[in-house]
């Protein structure tokens, strides 16, 4: 089953979920495949015809990129760089906060429950950032208004990938990239008052997706040039270790938890590395990490290991401009048979939202 021109943004309820197409946001029931419009957005002669042209929509970042479920009545979500909030009751959005350096949010995130830790939907800057400018964490306090929570000092990082917590550790995983010392875990402690690296310097710590489990942080890497694979981080004699557990075919940006599962899906990129202006801009050769042309879903746990479920092919048009080979998910946990798959840049389904069934 596929929902064509559909970009899946996060679960209302089990079965409920909330989608945007075609300058609307409405609510699909994954059990009877029915749709209700909640709210239409204006738009635009030049917005309608670009949504009729799938390179022109993919090279200019239109549509959600992200969202979230703040509570039953607000979902905040992504467009270009602008964080709106989406009143379902009220059917209206709100005016908008962009951040003051004009980063925005790779992957929306929940703390809920930690002792040491205001409760509250949190996000870490991401955007180009090679001088490596200090890179902020930041939190919601109210509609359209975000506070630093830290801050990262000039020198240290490029950006914030995700923010992971912690519940049986009663601490926060912070993940941020891209090369040399900035490829870090990190671990937060007292409302981020007490930020340290955990494991840092290597491309086996560079990451955007993470689950914390009794048995440890459960991640996947996210490295173009390095091979990935699917880790195990704890400590061990007192020193944090990250443990292999499965290679897989590329880097990591999007997961999800399907049930019981935890599912990883690969991208298809360049190297990053090129000093090249118009190699990264026109260059359509995938990075020497990734073995295969194709973006792959992996579904498993710690227990009984990964499994490829699904694969698609990278089409041929440059990554630069027209968007890396991604399979994306929802967020929030996934509960039934179906586990909506967005994807981008790929020889099928492409900017649709494919209902991947259980294997």
Request: charged residues 20%; contains cysteine; proline residues 4%.
């Amino acid at each position: 089953m596929v929902l064509k021109n559909t970009y899946p943004i996060c679960f209302i309820t089990t079965s409920n979920l909330l989608v945007y197409k075609k300058h609307t946001f409405q609510i699909v029931d994954l059990k009877t495949l029915e749709s209700k419009t909640i709210l239409t957005l204006a738009t635009n002669l030049f917005d309608k015809i670009i949504y009729k042209m799938p390179l022109i929509f993919r090279l200019l970042r239109k549509g959600v990129r992200c969202g979230i479920k703040l509570n039953d009545d607000i979902i905040l979500f992504l467009i270009g760089k602008t964080i709106y909030e989406l009143d379902l009751q009220n059917k209206c959005i709100s005016n908008g906060y962009k951040t003051p350096d004009n980063s925005r949010p790779l992957i929306f995130s929940k703390i809920n429950g930690l002792e040491s830790f205001d409760d509250g939907i949190y996000f870490g800057g991401y955007k180009g950032n090679t001088n490596k400018d200090p890179i902020a964490i930041f939190k919601r306090v109210e509609k359209d208004t975000w506070v630093k929570a830290f801050e990262f000092e000039k020198g240290e990082i490029e950006h914030i990938h995700n923010i992971v917590a912690d519940p049986y550790k009663n601490i926060v995983y912070i993940f941020t990239g891209d090369y040399d010392n900035a490829a870090c875990i990190w671990k937060a402690e007292n409302n981020f008052q007490s930020v340290e690296p955990l494991v840092r310097g290597q491309q086996d710590y560079r990451s955007c997706v993470g689950f914390a489990t009794a048995n440890g942080l459960i991640y996947a890497t996210d490295s173009p040039f390095s091979n990935n694979s699917i880790r195990l981080l704890n400590p061990q004699d007192n020193i944090w270790k990250s443990n292999h557990l499965q290679n897989i075919n590329g880097p990591c940006i999007y997961g999800c938890i399907w049930n019981d599962e935890f599912v990883f899906s690969t991208s298809v990129e360049g190297s990053g590395k090129s000093s090249s202006y118009w190699y990264k801009l026109f260059g359509n050769k995938r990075g020497p990490s990734i073995i295969e042309n194709y973006s792959f879903i992996y579904k498993g746990n710690i227990e009984n290991r990964f499994k490829e479920i699904y694969k698609v092919k990278k089409d041929l048009y440059p990554f630069h401009l027209f968007q890396f080979g991604v399979l994306m998910f929802p967020q929030g946990r996934v509960v039934g048979d179906y586990l909506p798959t967005y994807h981008i840049a790929t020889v099928k389904n492409d900017l649709h939202t494919f209902l991947l069934t259980q294997v």
